[in-house]
């Protein structure tokens, strides 16, 4: 058989190379042999050689040879491998063997009949070995018992983070009853257990003289009343919704408006005048006077180095109009005077403003906030009390950034009286180290120091002297000016902003010196605000339509780091953003003012005059 013939030893299988044992081995033989009687002799030396092969070894030696055992063999030993990996992986399909077999054994070239036998022999044991029923099954392994889970009390889990899955212990309720019964609670629970019907008044409107009505505030300072107003302020009688912006900025309607005479007075001053239903505004030299300014100062740069910038008296907006056009956020500030509420000419035109005076308290903005200061025409006597206006703006504006003075006192060619007021400015100026970088005309340009080494090179007991170190610039909530020097930080925090529109999301330094819970993370937090209020004001804007909805006036009553400022100018909305940080939160008022941003500190919002705001962010 082939076993038999694939186990005989190497030397069996080789081949005598002389004639007569090939010869011998191409004879005919029959298959039956006679036996020889034994021999009575013990065999000699010669008789123990090894002779040379019988016939019919030399048959299947010759058999050896032939190409088709050759092929046959292999197919037979491929087949048994087959076997046995099926023998070991009862799960493969006995069909794909079966297969393989029919086809070996149906190949058309011949072969010996003996050989077919024996393949037959070999393709029946492995038929027998790859059926599933001689298949020894495999034992199933139970998977292992879960692990104890410790009882444990709380809504947070191991990680710190929240889970529904917790034990609530056992909960008795008549306790709860004595306890309710020993506070005298059963009757209200009874009483809430009844239905009631609760009908609510809605608030009525005030009557007309409260159209432009600011709680809190006289003409330069904050006074609240000891009651609250419970009544709705009313339009203004023909009120129409805003022109859209930039519209806006020249034009509005003339009964948006409540109190008009500002035009009738001044008119001409301002470059106003009524037509029809309208209020227009013409350029009156903004653009003449920003090209000299630009001239006299170039590294201004209005747009890059210059993005936040206060105009102290200007109530119409008039230069705020003007800097739109180079990408520059000017708020205006005025007072509550003779014309009631001049402001409101320029939040209806769709520019920032705000009521603010220089009174006796602090303005509500950080220190280190404007890139540039103006005032022109306002009639502010800055060297009064010993300087304290001029050291508030000292206060306000950022370390080696400029401040402009416009006025008859500037002109050289003024009358005596005036030059005097501009003598006492120039000294004034000079004692707090600011430096007087171009006078033209009836403009004077000064610029702050960038560090604290010309306030310490004084001369001792100059005046005014340096605040006091325990003394907090950013602490501008109801707290009185000082007539001091506010120094700057020694690390050059404030004025080593970057330049527009990289600021806007490069963290400032100053991030780091405002005082809040996050020590290490206050990057990541401000960058995280920012991605965050991305995405929610792009599906706003994809969701509700934001851009065709036009909105100018926005004020965002939580601000945090002015996140939702920068959204909208990230999103290319056409809107300004009023920031406010709330008095009980962390200040984060001079991080807003350097990313470029405005912002204001208050408790609840009394400044800002009626229906000036169209869209305001309510958060937390």
């Known amino acids: 058989t082939l076993p038999s013939l694939l186990l005989l030893p190497p030397s069996l299988l080789i081949l005598s190379s002389s004639p007569q044992s090939r010869r011998a081995s191409l004879k005919p033989h029959s298959g039956h042999r006679t036996a020889s009687p034994p021999s009575s002799h013990p065999p000699t030396a010669a008789a123990m050689k090894p002779s040379s092969p019988t016939p019919a070894v030399g048959t299947a030696l010759h058999l050896v040879k032939t190409p088709n055992f050759v092929k046959f063999a292999a197919v037979a030993l491929l087949s048994l491998s087959v076997a046995l990996l099926f023998y070991h992986h009862p799960s493969f399909p006995s069909a794909a063997f079966s297969a393989f077999t029919f086809a070996s054994n149906s190949s058309p070239t011949a072969v010996p ?78 009483k809430r257990n009844e239905p009631k019907i609760v009908k609510y ?18 003409s330069f300072e904050r006074h609240c009343p000891d009651s609250t107003l419970d009544c709705i302020i009313p339009m203004p009688n023909g009120y129409q919704k805003s022109i859209p912006w930039p519209r806006s900025r ?33 350029d009156g030299g903004s653009d003449q006077y920003l090209n000299l300014v630009s001239q006299m100062v170039p590294e201004i740069d209005f747009g890059h180095q210059t993005r936040i910038t206060l105009d102290i008296g200007s109530g119409i907006g008039s230069f705020a109009a003007s800097l739109f056009k180079y990408n520059v956020v000017t708020l205006s500030i005025g007072t509550k005077d003779v014309h009631k509420n001049q402001i409101q000419f320029a939040l209806e035109r769709g520019l920032p403003a705000m009521v603010a005076g220089f009174g006796a308290r602090r303005l509500p903005y950080a220190s280190q906030a404007f890139d540039l200061i103006r005032c022109s025409g306002s009639g502010i006597d800055w060297t009064v009390d010993n300087g304290v206006l001029l050291l508030e703006v000292n ?12 006025g008859p006192q500037v002109d050289s060619n003024h009358e005596l ?10 000294d004034l100026a000079a004692r707090i180290c600011w430096q007087l970088v171009k006078k033209e005309g009836n403009v004077g340009i000064w610029r702050k120091p960038l560090n604290n080494s010309c306030y310490l090179g004084r001369e001792i007991g100059a005046q005014p002297p340096l605040c ?29 902003v970057s330049v527009w529109p990289a600021r806007l999301h490069s963290p400032p330094d100053r991030l780091q010196s405002i005082k809040m819970d996050a020590m290490i993370s206050r990057k990541e937090l401000m960058k995280a605000e ?83 705001f169209i869209q305001i962010q309510v958060r937390n």
């Not at 009286?417 to 120039?426: I, N, V």
């Not at 909805?549 to 965002?556: E, G, P, S």
Request: net charge negative; with cysteine; aromatic share 10%.
């Open 113 to 190: 009949a003996n050989s077919t036998s024996i393949a037959a022999n070999t393709t029946s044991i492995a038929s027998n070995s790859s059926s599933p029923s001689s298949a020894i099954p495999k034992v199933k392994k139970l998977p292992p018992p879960p692990p104890s889970v410790a009882q444990r009390t709380g809504i947070v889990d191991e990680n710190g983070a929240m889970t529904e899955d917790f034990d609530v212990g056992e909960f008795d309720p008549s306790l709860m009853e004595e306890l309710r019964d020993l506070g005298g609670g059963a009757e209200e629970t009874e």
């Open 417 to 426: 009286s005036l030059e005097d007021q501009w003598k006492e400015m120039g």
């Open 250 to 282: 020249d034009e509005l309607w003339l009964h948006n408006v409540p109190d008009t005479r500002l035009v009738q007075d001044q008119g001409s001053q301002y470059s106003m005048s009524v037509k029809d239903d309208k209020i227009s505004f013409q």
């Open 201 to 218: 008044d809605k608030f009525k409107p005030c009557d007309q003289s409260k159209i432009d009505y600011i709680p809190c505030l006289d």
């Open 530 to 612: 920012s991605r965050y209020w991305n995405e929610i004001i792009g599906s706003y804007v994809r969701a509700f339509h934001w851009k065709e909805q036009n909105f100018r006036n926005v004020l965002d009553m939580r601000a945090g780091f002015g996140g939702f400022a920068a959204a909208l100018n990230d999103l290319e909305l056409t809107s300004w953003v009023m920031n406010v940080v709330p008095v009980n939160g962390f200040n984060t008022l001079p991080v807003i003012y350097d990313r470029g941003l405005l912002g204001v500190m208050h408790d609840w919002y009394a400044h800002f005059p009626p229906l000036v």
């Open 395 to 406: 206060r306000l504006l950022r370390a080696g950034r400029y401040f402009v003075w416009g």
């Open 468 to 496: 006091s170190s325990s003394e907090d610039p950013d602490n501008v909530w109801y707290v009185n000016m000082t007539a001091c020097i506010t120094p700057l930080p020694k690390d050059g925090n404030g004025g080593n």
